[in-house]
């Protein structure tokens, strides 16, 4: 099973994947979400509700065009759906804490 697994590994297509910027763009753009995830431990008062809203926007547009490329891109696509997720909590949060009864008074 170890030699199956390396011979998966180190056959000429994925050395091809690894190699592309079809693999390492998403790799490399995964640090947005998980800013936004650990952010989400941070205050409210700490969130732009402008850059949130805009993250949403860019990852939803990223998030078709993940799918919509030939081959389709599905950790691009990982990637920006799990950005789309955490930014919208974000949003939440940022509006609960500007917009809620209790912060207003």
Same mark, same amino acid.
């Given at each position: 099973?170890? %030699? @199956?697994i390396? &011979?998966?590994?180190? !056959? @000429?297509e994925?050395?091809q994947y +690894?190699?592309?910027? #079809?693999?390492w ?8 979400p998980? *800013? ?5 431990? @941070?205050?409210a008062?700490l969130i732009?509700?402008k850059m ?6 860019? =990852?939803s *547009?990223?998030m078709r /065009?993940?799918? %919509?490329? @030939?081959? %389709? !891109?599905l950790? +691009?696509? *990982?990637c #920006?759906?799990? !950005?789309? !997720?955490?930014?919208t909590?974000?949003?939440i %949060? /940022?509006?609960r804490?500007?917009?809620? &009864?209790?912060n =207003?008074?």
């Amino acid at each position: 099973m170890g %030699r @199956k697994i390396f &011979e998966y590994f180190t !056959n @000429k297509e994925m050395r091809q994947y +690894l190699m592309s910027t #079809h693999f390492w763009g998403p790799v490399v753009t995964w640090g947005i979400p998980l *800013a936004a995830i650990a952010d989400t431990q @941070k205050d409210a008062k700490l969130i732009s509700g402008k850059m949130t809203l805009a993250l949403i926007l860019y =990852s939803s *547009a990223f998030m078709r /065009f993940a799918l %919509r490329v @030939k081959p %389709r !891109n599905l950790l +691009l696509f *990982a990637c #920006h759906f799990t !950005n789309v !997720n955490v930014q919208t909590i974000q949003g939440i %949060r /940022f509006l609960r804490y500007h917009y809620s &009864e209790q912060n =207003s008074a």
